[in-house]
């Protein structure tokens, strides 16, 4: 029996992460995580050593992470990694936060169907269970996927842009605050408040709700006025 050729449709087109982007993800989220401290030193021969990959890749991942707010890089000292001061929590992140999500979220509210309420619900899930092990790094996935997702469903693509520009930072101070929420359960049952609200569909509701959430999760900030 002749074999039969294999149709040039039948399989997907394999379109590989570029290297870039996969040294990007490592030290992305070795800082956030904490495994790389503020201030110190990211050196390319050292760095692409670690992750058996040329100098090239890692000099384009540095440059990345650079635009993301997560590294700098000094005349004399080279690339490093950027800490975040409670100034910029308070005068920079959080009213970025509250002015891209209070447009966004009130834009999806018409826009959230079943299918969006099931997946915003599988992720507190998501952040309970992950809570229960203490599985921090799988808390702020979550988190962030929560947000992103009605962001997304907003239609506002320079919102989206935004807020991915300064997502990475964001979950480098929810890290670093982490120890200063008041429970394991905070975070999911934070989002669980903002998804009861979204699922009303009123948007005051939804609105002072959303603020109270991300004024809560920056635990040093007083005196905080929304808008």
């Known amino acids: 029996m002749q074999a039969r050729a294999i149709l040039s449709t039948a399989l997907p087109r394999l379109d590989p992460e570029p290297m870039r982007d996969r040294a990007a993800n490592a030290l992305r989220a070795a800082i956030v995580s ?30 990345q992470l650079e635009q993301e707010g997560l590294v700098a890089h000094s005349p004399f000292r ?13 005068q920079i992140l959080v009213p970025i936060r509250l002015t891209i999500e209070r447009f966004a979220f009130a834009e999806a509210l018409s826009l959230l169907d079943d299918e969006d309420f099931d997946a915003l619900r599988g992720l507190v899930y998501t952040m309970r269970t992950a809570e229960a092990v203490g599985d921090l790094d799988a808390v702020v996935e979550a988190d962030a996927r929560f947000h992103e997702r009605v962001i997304v469903r907003s239609g506002q693509p320079h919102c989206l842009q935004v807020w991915r520009s300064v997502q990475a930072r964001v979950r480098a101070y929810f890290l670093r605050d982490a ?17 009861d609200a979204l699922l009303t569909r009123e948007e005051q509701l939804v609105l002072a709700t959303l603020e109270r959430h991300i004024l809560n999760f920056a635990p040093h900030l007083e005196d905080a006025e929304p808008g």
């Not at 760095?47 to 991942?61: D, M, N, T």
């Not at 080279?78 to 308070?90: D, K, N, Y």
């Not at 120890?179 to 998804?195: F, I, K, M, N, T």
Request: aromatic share 0%.
């Open 34 to 63: 904490g495994r790389m401290q503020p201030g110190d030193r990211l050196i390319e021969a050292e760095l692409s050593s670690q992750l058996g990959i040329s100098r090239g890749p890692v000099r384009e991942a540095l440059r």
């Open 78 to 90: 080279g690339a490093e990694v950027l800490g975040i001061s409670q100034r910029e929590i308070e």
């Open 179 to 195: 120890a200063e929420h008041a429970s394991r359960e905070a975070v999911a049952d934070e989002h669980q408040r903002l998804l």
